[in-house]
């Protein structure tokens, strides 16, 4: 039938379909777009999440999708419509990238109770940049999906008609858009042929019903409505609709970070080394099996954490095969740019990684360790790398000067927190070439007893460098900041907390709901007397927050950073009294920030939020559930005089529930589910490691190295290593420059895949 269309909008789910059909049926299928009657909207590899997903991911998943089907529907192919009727909440970020990408339309699914809906506007997604190019034609009905009326339901059909008519007056537009299908409900085209016969038997309804797809819609609207509001408020943000997927399977979220960063330095060196014909075109097709996997986790429940477990098996069974594809290409890149590390490894992706080339069993003589800078300008990298335990060691450059390096204890995510047979060996590396290498020797002597600077903490004490200095109590709690350099000073305590879990169907993997609405502190069982350790790189100070749940904080600050580390070791979390947990790492200070906080847009703008209001007017009250907010990267409060930056390395949800507070959620374990789709209790006993960077400044200078911070946090550097007895290589080979300069601060080389 010439008159019936379909839309498809998930790719990877198509191309699953594609590759078992034969070349006849493809041909028909072909015929199919090329008329219009089959249209593809929206065409990434997955519909992604819009909450926890940064920009650079969001890019990835539309071109994997879109050169998909330029592949094998010719590049005059192009969708034109933003789909996003599923996702939890919608971003400003994911708007303007489907602007740039050069969408017309941007149909979204779920807006917070209380947005007056229906409607169709103008969306300017992001304050900072003037230019209404980046306006898109957005609409929301609030209703992800529908199910059309019956076609043997004259009732239905006619109360179905008139509430077309009423949203063509709110939306001012005669031509009304309504989806037929849902979850677990496939409309069939025999049910929309009669129900388009009812209306054209029934022209007295006023209501004329067409078979269409989403670029006609827009056409349509184009072509008939009135001028559009433009929706630009201060919040810009269409979230929260629900806020604990925000951390749920924090672990996953993580691991997808790390594996998009490991695989986006892939590209940079494959793309920037010497080409080597078809070499190159095998590396390209290895690091496609990550780029198709990463590009279905960001799937707005893959991400989200809101599959079951057996789902997340999948998803790290993909990853775990594309990192493996990703560290071939990148050992072979290495190997060609510098013959004389031939046989490198690559290490773990992560800011503390082990290698597989050292072996915490036998001895080190010397290892080559290779360091690669992800940044589009040269960078400072601080490289930890766990190496055997009872052995001495000496870092030395490409030149032979000695670098300044400190042993320390390695995390353990799986027991006590801490490794028996290894130390984490830690030194500066400085000036690496963008997007460039630079190598270091590491020779290993053998020693009778562990070399660790440590100390019991017994009375007050101060940790600090020639920028910035950090008050501490005799219990090892940070109590004040003050940045030696510009003068400004708070009150600061850093505390890991837990929200009791409301237990009533409303908390769980896509929700967040406390009960009550203020935290508890860890009881502190069997807690141990904090320690500091003080080297040549770094102090530490390490508190033990709770034994029963597995709680060890690492506070370090590096002697060349005014950024603190805050790095915590949690799971999993104990439920002996039956309660649930969502707990949070909350930051307190005395700036004055007026029930006022900013999180990143997808790694984009920062968006400002208000405590208490939404951004329609809405006062959901002050339960920290309502008022939390998806943290890609970053968050801030700030008022005249000074500004405090959080940033994350993985997505996480965020608020500040007082003012000169903000605290961000980093771990949940729940024993009831919330009943949305997953039908399972987050019952999560992972243990994780996740590491926090914080700085305090005048608002003017934390602004100055706000992105660059958030990109080191984003794109950590890639090390490799040579076998434990690189004794060949007498000195590490010189730096590899395959930029001839650093670029601009404002400019990011985002992927060359």
Not at 369 to 391: C, D, G, L, R
């Amino acid at each position: 039938d010439s008159k019936r269309k379909y839309t498809y909008v998930e790719i990877a789910f198509f191309q699953i379909w594609w590759q078992e059909q034969t070349e006849d049926v493809r041909e028909n299928v072909r015929k199919l777009v090329k008329e219009g009657r089959l249209e593809f909207t929206n065409a990434g590899w997955c519909m992604n999440d819009e909450a926890n997903v940064h920009f650079g991911d969001i890019i990835d998943n539309m071109a994997l999708g879109h050169l998909w089907l330029q592949a094998q529907f010719g590049r005059s192919i192009r969708p034109q419509t933003g789909w996003q009727v599923d996702p939890f909440g919608h971003t400003a970020g994911q708007a303007f990238m489907f602007s740039k990408m050069g969408f017309e339309m941007f149909y979204m699914g779920r807006a917070p109770a209380g947005t007056p809906l229906p409607f169709n506007l103008m969306w300017h997604p992001l304050q900072s940049v003037s230019d209404d190019a980046q306006d898109i034609f957005t609409i929301n009905r609030n209703k992800y999906a529908r199910h059309p009326p019956s076609p043997d339901d004259e009732t239905a059909l006619k109360e179905w008609a008139e509430a077309a008519r009423k949203e063509a007056i709110l939306t001012r537009t005669p031509d009304v858009l309504s989806l037929f299908g849902a979850d677990f409900t496939r409309a069939t085209f025999k049910t929309g042929d009669l129900i388009v016969s009812y209306f054209e038997r029934h022209p007295e309804l006023g209501v004329e019903v067409i078979r269409s797809t989403p670029i006609e819609y827009w056409k349509a609207v184009h072509n008939s409505t009135l001028p559009l509001d433009v929706f630009m408020p201060p919040n810009n943000d269409f979230n929260p609709y629900w806020t604990g997927f925000y951390t749920s399977w924090q672990d996953f979220k993580q691991y997808q970070r790390l594996s998009s960063a490991y695989y986006r330095s892939a590209t940079a060196l494959n793309a920037l080394a010497p080409q080597q014909g078809s070499d190159w075109m095998n590396r390209v097709k290895a690091l496609n099996v990550a780029w198709m996997a990463i590009g279905v986790t960001t799937h707005h429940d893959g991400i989200t954490g809101t599959a079951k477990p057996e789902v997340y098996d999948d998803y790290y069974s993909r990853l775990r095969t594309g990192n493996s594809r990703v560290a071939e290409v990148m050992e072979e890149v290495v190997s060609s740019i510098t013959p004389s590390l031939t046989g490198v490894r690559t290490c773990t992706p992560g800011r503390f990684v082990t290698c597989p080339t050292i072996d915490a069993s036998s001895s080190l003589t010397k290892v080559i360790v290779a360091v690669h800078n992800p940044q589009s300008w040269t960078s400072t990298e601080h490289v930890h790398i766990e190496v055997p335990k009872y052995q001495t060691y000496t870092v030395t450059d490409e030149s032979g000067n000695v670098i300044a390096s400190q042993t320390s204890l390695s995390w353990n995510a799986f027991d006590d927190g801490w490794k028996n047979n290894t130390v984490q060996l830690v030194w500066i590396a400085e000036n690496i070439p963008p997007m460039g290498i630079r190598s270091f020797s590491i020779v290993g002597t053998p020693s009778s007893q562990e070399v660790l600077q440590v100390r019991r903490v017994q009375s007050q004490f101060t940790v600090e460098n020639d920028m910035i200095a950090f008050s501490f109590d005799s219990q090892g709690n940070v109590q004040a900041v003050k940045n030696k350099v510009s003068g400004v000073t708070t009150p600061l305590a850093v505390n890991v907390m837990w929200y009791k879990s409301a237990a009533n169907g409303n908390d769980g993997a896509y929700n967040f709901e406390a009960n009550p609405n203020y935290p508890f502190a860890f009881p502190g069982q069997l807690k141990q007397t904090a320690e500091v350790e003080h080297g040549d790189v770094f102090t530490e100070v390490r508190v033990y927050v709770d034994t029963a749940s597995n709680i060890i904080q690492r506070i370090r600050l590096y002697r060349d950073s005014a950024t603190l580390s805050i790095s915590t070791h949690i799971g999993p979390v104990d439920v002996s009294d039956k309660k649930g947990k969502n707990v949070i790492l909350r930051v307190e200070t005395n700036i004055a920030s007026s029930s006022k906080f900013s999180v990143d847009s997808n790694g984009l703008e920062m968006t400002e939020h208000v405590r208490g209001l939404w951004k329609f007017g809405q006062q959901p009250g002050m339960s920290p559930g309502k008022n939390y907010y998806p943290m890609t990267l970053m968050a801030s409060i700030q008022d005249s005089n000074s500004k405090l930056i959080l940033y994350t390395d993985k997505p996480e949800g965020v608020g500040s529930q007082n003012d000169g507070q903000l605290e961000c959620m980093i771990y949940r374990r729940l024993l009831v589910g919330d009943g949305k789709g997953m039908n399972v209790p987050l019952n999560y006993k992972t243990p994780i490691i996740t590491t926090h960077w914080l700085t305090f400044d005048t608002v003017e200078s934390a602004n100055k190295e706000m992105r660059s911070l958030a990109r080191q946090m984003y794109n950590p550097p890639i090390i490799f290593a040579t076998s434990t007895n690189a004794s060949s290589i007498a000195v590490p080979p010189s730096a590899w420059k395959p930029l001839i300069a650093s670029l601009p601060p404002n400019v990011v080389i985002q992927n060359l895949q």
